[in-house]
């Protein structure tokens, strides 16, 4: 199975850039999505294929990295920001999800 | 819209079964694969079974492999999921999600809890 491995917390000041991080146990091309859950509620689509922006989702979210490293990042946060965020990969069954990184505020 | 509306869940007793179903609307449900993804309490998202639009490919989770089965009936734009033998570890909020190897729409989940 591929591993997703993510930071398990980062706290950002608002209005300041945050790049969200996840490494995978193997090559995943460019097969990474990531996904946003905030509090009580279901994950949303941000960005797919590495760094392609979902229809409706702010500017501010961007995406890059191939292979092994990918990152999410953030410019500028701003506090509706606050959430639980998950890198998941599709190039290979099972597909598999990072364990989140919680964005907090300083 | 899209839509995505789960219902089945409940408390059930391990060993125990239970069939969810999710109703979809707002887009051409037979076109796409869909998925099911789990989510223990205060813990992170878990890949639970896929099927493709015809339902001619279906894959599962190791985890749940031999005791769940994933099905759809595209004249009811409805997909399931029949639960058999449930452990506690099955315990989670299952979300029906748009397909088919990402998940670009999720329903609001429902609680499966497995406990005596």
């Known amino acids: 199975d591929t591993v997703l491995t993510q930071s398990p917390a980062l706290a950002v000041s608002l209005g300041q850039r945050v790049t969200i991080s996840c490494r995978a146990s193997?090559?995943?091309?460019?097969?990474m999505h990531w996904y946003q859950q905030k509090s009580g509620q279901q994950p949303k689509l941000l960005i797919y294929s590495a760094s392609n922006l979902e229809s409706g989702v702010p500017s501010r979210f961007s995406g890059s990295g191939s292979g092994t490293d990918f990152t999410l990042t953030i410019d500028p946060v701003e506090a509706d920001d606050i959430a639980n965020y998950y890198c998941?990969?599709?190039?290979?069954?099972?597909?598999?999800f990072g364990s989140g990184t919680k964005l907090e505020i300083k | 819209e899209v839509q995505l509306v789960e219902s089945g869940g409940g408390l059930v007793q391990p060993g125990r079964s239970l069939k969810l179903s999710c109703l979809a609307s707002g887009f051409t449900f037979s076109n796409y694969g869909m998925n099911w993804i789990r989510q223990a309490p205060g813990k992170g998202l878990e890949w639970v079974a896929s099927i493709s639009s015809s339902s001619s490919y279906i894959y599962y989770a190791d985890t749940v492999k031999g005791r769940f089965t994933i099905s759809r009936d595209n004249a009811k734009n409805t997909l399931y999921l029949q639960m058999t033998s449930l452990r506690s570890e099955d315990t989670a909020l299952y979300y029906c999600a748009k397909g088919p190897i990402l998940f670009d729409y999720w329903g609001q989940g429902v609680m499966v809890t497995v406990s005596s």
């Open positions: 998941q990969q599709s190039n290979e069954l099972p597909l598999t």
């Open positions: 193997k090559s995943v091309s460019t097969y």
